[in-house]
């Protein structure tokens, strides 16, 4: 009996005693955090995604109670309501800022690229990349492997087996930029989603002479300064044997895509042209 | 028998192509030398468009310390400085030039009697090996003359030569050491002069009885080199391994071969010097070997730089039917070619044909830890572990596992009989990891 009370009091007695040290302890070292960064937190859509540039949701909400103003801050998973909900906590007005969106630049599919050797390796794009160019005659294009998609927390990604290409699921997309991490190739671009998703872009990597690109791959850029001469907006640049439309600049004039000799210039979720342009072409044709 | 004590495998040898004797190829009538097929920063084109250059003509000079010049193999006219294909795929800067005739420099000895006297010394020889553009000649092409320069403070005592070629298939050192083995024998002396070494020890496997029995004899009238037989075993080429089989020192992880007191130098290269130094003939043609089980003519091709492969190999007899791939240099370190349309390179040692039936990678299945990998490493390291850490991209955990001793022979995928593709992702981390320890050294700096 006396053995049981014994340890009993022993371990009680040690138990209180460490309890008040710990309390004493924890009152010395207490980090006083602002109570805001969890109800930040709490608003934000937890996807960790790191597309708002701070490490994961808690980092972000770190960022938004710290800073001044929300003007360079957004959630690209949430979008403005998200941040409108953080700004209301904060006492601080949220900006809408341009969504955006992932994009792939490259055509090459199977149909304007042939295949010129059969890759049987471990089939991971970055392992691919370092052994060598790829399946086709271009070493700039997709190697259709799938890196970004293993990498996209949002299933938005998927490459399509038959053109062999990445499609990007504009719905799901958060432009959070972990499949352009993951690229090796470097395709993988985040570009304004523009008016009622509306986009032209240069569809091509290839930082090769026209000629030789043209030989390996129907729809790659050659560089011949036909966009650059036609684009009223002064949008677009060329450098590296390669045209670039800056999204800032970019009216969505198309004429671009029109001038294009390969079809590298991309339009997307345009309505379909008007007849007059049409008929105007084929008269030309005609008087000729 | 003396080999390696750590892990070691033994494919099948299939040496088809010994004892053939070394032919010429033919010149073309072009040929594109690559100015970036070596270890280190490719070297600067110093012709161009128009210019006519001679056999031995300097055309890229050395772009800093490791780096390597690169002479013109034929007499002709050059029609452009561009970007060829290499093997991999990727453009790379080359020299066109069009052949018109064989004329060399005069500066080079064409005479083929041996000149046994050394008269330089040895910062002579030096400069000579540096601008023959001399590089390794067993697949790494490192610049010579950055090894024969070792660190201030460290000693060689003992030059390796490396005539063990454990790779299968390639036979063109074992047939340079029975054509050129007095050469060889000159070659060593000056390197053993360069490096001011007493003792010089030429180690060849034991599959090469021939090439041991010559180069022994010789070896007599040239004091202190020795000649050792090896026990055939893969990869004792690689140069910690030879080390290991001939010295019993196990090079640091991390370090060079000059930590233990060595220098190995592959018989090839020191050829390559012999002629360099006595006959004042630059680094411009190397012995390849052609082979595949089902070659009509399997042999050994002495071919200038610059040839295309394809040229190389229609002299030799042409594809054979059912080829799955074509492998350059030997099947277990080579790399398959995605065309045969690129340019013969300083480190370019063979062509492997295989035929379709054995060129099928077999359906990879779960790892059954048979540790079968972990005990052919011949580096000691755990292939199996550092896979899945790669597969995880657990990076940290992959140097820590020591990644950068891999010597990516690929033993391990040669022998795990779930045929997981191992090697493939321990390259992958070497490659990420090592650009990680470059990156965090850069930021300290």
């Known amino acids: 009996m006396n053995t049981i009370l014994a340890a009993i009091l022993i371990l009680g007695g040690i138990g209180i005693l460490l309890a008040v040290l710990i309390y004493f302890v924890s009152e010395k070292f207490k980090v006083i955090e602002d109570p805001r960064y969890d109800q930040v937190e709490a608003t934000l859509p937890a996807a960790n995604c790191g597309g708002c540039g701070f490490p994961g949701c808690r980092g972000f909400a770190v960022a938004c109670v710290e800073s001044d103003s929300l003007d360079h801050l957004n959630c690209t998973v949430g979008g403005i309501e998200t941040m409108e909900k953080v700004a209301s906590i904060l006492g601080k007005t949220a900006v809408a800022h341009t969504p955006t969106v992932a994009v792939v630049r490259c055509g090459g599919d199977c149909e304007h690229r042939p295949r010129m050797n059969e890759y049987d390796g471990v089939k991971h794009c970055f392992i691919a990349h370092n052994l060598y160019s790829g399946e086709t005659g271009c070493s700039w294009g997709c190697l259709g492997f799938g890196d970004c998609e293993l990498s996209c927390d949002f299933d938005a990604i998927k490459v399509n087996p038959i053109t062999k290409i990445p499609e990007v699921d504009e719905e799901k997309c958060t432009s959070c930029g972990a499949c352009v991490r993951a690229c090796p190739k470097m395709l993988i671009e985040i570009r304004k989603k523009g008016p009622k998703s509306r986009r032209i872009y240069v569809n091509c990597r290839n930082k090769d002479k026209g000629n030789i690109s043209r030989k390996s791959c129907n729809v790659s850029c050659i560089a011949c300064n036909k966009c650059f001469k036609v684009c009223p907006h002064e949008a677009i640049s060329i450098g590296d044997n390669l045209a670039f439309i800056h999204d800032d600049k970019c009216k969505l004039c198309r004429k671009c895509v029109e001038v294009c000799p390969t079809n590298a210039i991309v339009e997307l979720n345009f309505p379909p042209r008007r007849k007059p342009v049409e008929a105007e072409g084929e008269t030309l044709v005609t008087n000729k | ?445």
């Open chain 2, 1 to 445: 028998m003396k080999t390696f004590r750590i892990g070691g495998i033994h494919p099948k040898e299939n040496k088809f192509s010994a004892g053939q004797r070394i032919k010429t190829v033919a010149l073309p009538d072009r040929v594109v030398i690559p100015l970036a097929h070596y270890s280190g920063m490719p070297s600067r084109a110093v012709v161009k468009k128009g210019d006519f250059v001679k056999v031995g003509q300097l055309i890229g000079q050395a772009d800093g310390y490791v780096s390597a010049n690169v002479h013109s193999s034929v007499s002709g006219r050059v029609s452009k400085v561009d970007v060829q294909l290499d093997a991999s795929g990727y453009k790379r800067p080359a020299v066109f030039i069009d052949v018109e005739g064989d004329e060399w420099l005069e500066s080079i000895d064409l005479t083929t009697d041996i000149k046994r006297e050394c008269h330089f010394t040895k910062e002579e020889i030096l400069t000579k090996i540096q601008s023959a553009g001399i590089v390794g000649l067993g697949g790494a092409t490192f610049p010579a003359h950055v090894k024969l320069a070792p660190p201030p403070g460290k000693k060689a005592e003992v030059l390796i030569i490396n005539g063990v070629e454990c790779e299968p298939f390639l036979t063109c050192d074992h047939q340079l050491m029975l054509e050129k083995g007095e050469e060889i024998m000159v070659g060593i002396t000056i390197l053993m002069k360069v490096l001011a070494v007493e003792k010089a020890v030429i180690g060849i496997e034991n599959n090469k009885q021939d090439a041991v029995e010559y180069l022994r004899k010789i070896a007599k009238s040239y004091p202190g080199i020795r000649v050792v037989p090896l026990k055939v075993r893969y990869p004792q080429g690689g140069e910690k391994q030879l080390i290991d089989a001939i010295l019993r020192r196990q090079v640091p992880s991390g370090k060079i071969p000059i930590e233990v007191g060595t220098v190995v130098m592959n018989v090839a290269t020191t050829f390559a010097v012999y002629e360099a130094v006595q006959k004042g003939k630059p680094l411009m043609e190397r012995v390849m070997t052609i082979s595949g089980k089902e070659v009509q003519n399997p042999g050994n091709y002495l071919v200038r730089l610059g040839v295309y492969l394809s040229e190389v190999v229609n002299q030799a007899g042409g594809v054979p039917e059912r080829t799955g791939k074509i492998i350059g240099g030997g099947p277990m370190m080579g790399r398959s070619l995605m065309n045969l349309d690129v340019p013969m390179a300083k480190g370019s040692a063979g062509i492997v044909f295989v035929p379709d039936r054995d060129s099928v990678r077999g359906q990879d299945r779960n790892c059954i830890r048979c540790a079968k990998c972990v005990t052919v490493c011949p580096m000691g390291l755990e292939p199996f572990l550092l896979m899945n850490q790669s597969e995880r991209e657990m990076w940290d955990e992959m140097e820590q596992n020591r990644i950068m001793d891999c010597i990516e022979c690929g033993s391990c995928s040669y022998t795990c009989p779930s045929n997981r593709p191992l090697l493939d992702y321990i390259r992958y981390g070497k490659t990420t990891v090592g650009f990680r320890i470059r990156s965090r050294k850069a930021a300290k700096v």
